[in-house]
């Protein structure tokens, strides 16, 4: 029984630590402002302001790339619809999505690698590699 609990606290310790680092090295980010194409994107977006329909033809060719994707756009207009123009809950669900990715490249890796226990240290650092890499901030 001692033995189960070990094998399940050590496979829990990966996933909880990238949890917490994600958070802790984003969290300073969560009330930075609309930078770049977030202007053209979220804050001059009119098309956002409303959930559905969730596919539109883009209107100009500044929110082209926003409003042809139907994912990105449902959660801007989500962000939208709870928040407004609030910044940090466009960072915050940014944020939350960039640690599930962490996470499911952590479980791919480890099922690619084959799922034992040895092979924790490999999928958690090739997670945690991408999930703090600036390149994908």
Not at 64 to 71: E, F, G, Q, T, V
């Amino acid at each position: 029984m001692n033995t189960l609990r070990q094998i399940a606290a050590a496979s829990l310790w990966p996933p909880l630590a990238l949890v917490l680092i994600g958070i802790g090295v984003y969290a300073n980010a969560l009330s930075a402002p609309f930078i770049f194409d977030d202007h053209p994107a979220i804050v001059e977006n009119e098309d956002i302001r409303e959930v559905l329909p969730l596919w539109r033809a883009p209107e100009t060719s500044a929110r082209s790339s926003i409003n042809s994707r139907p994912l990105v756009r449902l959660s801007l207009a989500l962000n939208y619809t709870y928040g407004a123009l609030r910044v940090e809950g466009y960072h915050a669900v940014n944020l939350a999505t960039h640690i599930a990715c962490a996470l499911a490249l952590y479980g791919l890796m480890l099922r690619a690698l084959g799922g034992r226990a040895r092979e924790r240290a490999p999928a958690f650092c090739a997670a945690l590699l991408w999930l703090v890499h600036p390149l994908n901030s």
